[in-house]
């Protein structure tokens, strides 16, 4: 069975201070990741995703992520953070790539507080 | 404009009733799924729909509390039956193509927020 683990609950960080969301990973075959950024009342927002080429995947509003093979991780980064970064962020995992085929996993969710 | 459209946006309901939640995707799509995120946790695969045929469910769901319609390629329903608090939660719907490609990544509407007392 496919999982991830998002092992902070909470991360704080400074306007302009670098900032990073964990993600670790488990599944069979090549995975295929992905991070996901839910605003208060909002649904969830494609930020990236890897699929396969280059380690480090750029995404929306300057965030980017690192796929790590041999550490199972896939810990989404950015350079400086903003208060509207602010947010809940996902990451999740599917095992394959076949059209409607197998799920996506998700994580429990990284809250990130960007502060003044 | 709103890709996937999901309504209601948030509902409170009584203990016992039932209450359908509309999906509308504005391009064909092959797939719809289903997905539950309760208060604090994660997002949780209810179902998959496909348009002729049966939703399939997901452990832990049966088709009699979440029924699911997929009438056409571009509209499904999810229903909520019976409630009880334990039901309080986001309903997303999402889905895998737009506009006939496939990226891998799923595409989420903005959720249904049910609160049943």
């Known amino acids: 069975a496919q999982s991830v683990a998002q092992p902070e609950d909470q991360v704080n960080v400074a306007e302009g201070n670098p900032l990073t969301v964990k993600c670790t990973y488990s599944v069979s075959g090549n995975p295929y990741l992905f991070w996901y950024v839910q605003y208060p009342n909002r649904g969830l927002q494609f930020l990236l995703k890897?699929?396969?080429?280059?380690?480090l995947v750029k995404g929306s509003y300057g965030f980017e992520a690192e796929f790590n093979k041999s550490q199972t991780s896939f810990h989404l980064k950015k350079p400086s953070a903003l208060v509207s970064d602010s947010a809940l962020y996902f990451c999740a995992v599917r095992g394959g790539f076949t059209g409607g085929g197998n799920k996506l996993t998700f994580g429990t969710g990284t809250q990130l507080k960007v502060e003044l | 404009s709103a890709v996937i459209s999901q309504k209601p946006s948030r509902d409170i309901c009584q203990r016992g009733t039932s209450l359908t939640i509309q999906c509308q995707v504005d391009s064909q799509v092959t797939m719809m799924f289903w997905y539950r995120q309760q208060p604090g946790q994660s997002l949780t695969l209810i179902a998959t729909a496909n348009q002729g045929s049966e939703a399939t469910y997901e452990s832990g769901f049966v088709i009699d509390k979440f029924p699911i319609s997929r009438p056409n390629l571009t509209f499904s329903t999810l229903t909520v039956s019976n409630m009880s608090p334990e039901d309080s939660s986001i309903y997303l719907c999402?889905?895998?193509?737009?506009?006939?490609?496939?990226?891998?990544?799923?595409?989420f509407g903005e959720g249904s927020r049910l609160t049943v007392l």
């Open positions: 999402s889905v895998e193509d737009l506009r006939g490609v496939v990226t891998g990544e799923l595409f």
């Open positions: 890897y699929i396969t080429g280059d380690n």
